[in-house]
């Protein structure tokens, strides 16, 4: 079926990996506050593809960045943490490595029986990562027998742990993680289940706009919410008050609008929505028309009720959903009824359903329906860029399966 026609990526699971050393390079980008991970959600996302290697009596490494240590050991940005919790989580010891190459590296994981976890040290403590440097990729690649990309999050950047090292392998695949998103995030690119709704807020048009474009060729019908709805209604002509509009994208948005006509599908902005001169939520506020002017110089902070009513029951006959972006600043409590609202929506939603993009996986997370969810894209900025079109170098640079294997 579509699953099988769109996955042609070679997968962990088509390489011969018992008993050898598999790099598996994830993504354990977790937020650490005083030591302590506060999100182990990435962690967790990492799991599947680590058992599977151990099932095989693989011997695992493990390899990922932390923040932004812009090629310099800190203290702060250690993996060691990451370690912990791993093991706690496969209920077995973690080695950690704490020279992420190098003789040191390579003793360690010398002294690693098959089936057992080394996790490195931070990528980012080597500026030869992000620069995507020849000798930093093979100094990796020197560490294992096999590559297996996880980390879907930092599949769009060309680096040495995504990129530049697969050159110094034979073998090569993506992992568990990866293969769900390509195939859940690719089938609604290729050959998604009609009624298609795609529902994109949060702030800014300008950071959606390649997605918003894709999804304008892809999909039966667009939602918008959250502040890039300002843009689209400034655009019609309609009373934004001190809405966050971007003045510079006012022509896009009317691009955008014609090409929705040309290709007759539907294209919903909120009929309604909740003002206020305070976004903190401290000051009064008050559920106006669109086309109201009373709106004065307050701002738009959250979709109305109406337009909650009208966005669910268009969702309720969706057969695919992407959800890309909050409808309010939802991180304000009094604002956060329309992220809710359509949130509760989607969850309700019987089809398959891809919720995007941090902010909008927490309001799931936040309402407990995230179990409802049938794909929940860890990518962030990757997920944005391969909705909005883009290759992702991290994908590219691993090899289709076998002509025999891909069906
Ligand atoms: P995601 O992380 O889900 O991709 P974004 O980062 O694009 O979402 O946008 C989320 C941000 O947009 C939130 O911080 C939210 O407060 C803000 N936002 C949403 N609606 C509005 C609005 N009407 N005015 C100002 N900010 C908004
Ligand atoms: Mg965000």
């Not at 360690?108 to 040290?121: H, Q, R, S, W, Y």
């Not at 300008?206 to 709805?229: F, P």
């Not at 337009?307 to 909050?326: K, R």
């Not at 927490?362 to 860890?378: C, N, P, Q, W, Y």
């Amino acid at each position: 079926m579509a699953e099988a026609t769109r996955l042609r990526k070679r997968t962990i699971e088509d390489l011969d990996i018992a008993s050898r050393r598999v790099f598996i390079r994830v993504d354990f980008n977790v937020p650490i506050v005083d030591g302590k991970i506060t999100d182990d959600t990435r962690i967790r996302a990492s799991l599947p593809t680590i058992r599977y290697a151990l099932t095989r009596n693989a011997t695992v490494i493990l390899a990922s960045h932390l923040g932004r240590p812009r090629g310099h050991r800190c203290d702060a940005l250690t993996l060691r943490p990451v370690a912990a919790r791993l093991s706690e989580l496969l209920k077995r010891p973690v080695k950690f490595a704490e020279e992420t190459i190098g003789a040191s590296a390579q003793r360690i994981i010398a002294d690693t029986k098959p089936g057992n976890v080394v996790l490195l040290e931070n990528l980012r403590f080597h500026k030869g990562e992000e620069t995507n440097a020849p000798e930093f990729a093979e100094a990796l690649a020197d560490l294992a027998d096999i590559y297996v990309n996880d980390a879907f999050g930092a599949a769009h950047r060309a680096h040495a742990s995504t990129e530049g090292i697969t050159q110094y392998f034979n073998e090569v695949g993506i992992g568990l993680l990866m293969a769900a998103e390509l195939n859940y995030l690719g089938r609604v690119l290729d050959d998604p289940e009609r009624p298609f709704v795609a529902l994109i807020g949060g702030a800014k048009v300008s950071s959606k706009i390649d997605v918003i474009h894709n999804l304008v060729e892809r999909a039966d019908t667009l939602l918008i919410g959250g502040a890039m709805a300002y843009t689209f209604l400034k655009e019609l002509g309609l009373p934004v008050g001190q809405s966050l509009v971007e003045n510079e994208l006012l022509e896009t948005a009317r691009h955008i609008m014609s090409r929705v006509k040309t290709r007759d599908i539907s294209f919903e902005l909120p009929v309604d929505h909740v003002v206020t001169f305070k976004t903190d939520g401290s000051g009064a506020n008050e559920v106006l028309e669109v086309d109201n002017p009373a709106i004065g110089n307050r701002l738009g902070v959250d979709i109305g009720p109406k337009t909650v009513e009208h966005y669910s029951s268009i969702l309720a006959g969706a057969s695919t959903v992407v959800w890309n972006g909050p409808m309010g600043i939802f991180e304000t409590d009094v604002f956060a009824n329309g992220t809710k609202g359509v949130a509760t929506a989607v969850a309700a939603v019987s089809g398959t359903t891809i919720v995007g993009g941090g902010d909008s996986i927490a309001a799931i997370a936040g309402l407990g329906v995230k179990d409802h969810i049938s794909h929940i894209s860890t990518g962030g900025g990757a997920s944005l860029e391969f909705l909005g079109g883009r290759t992702l170098p991290g994908v590219a640079a691993i090899p289709d399966r076998l002509a025999d294997k891909s069906v």
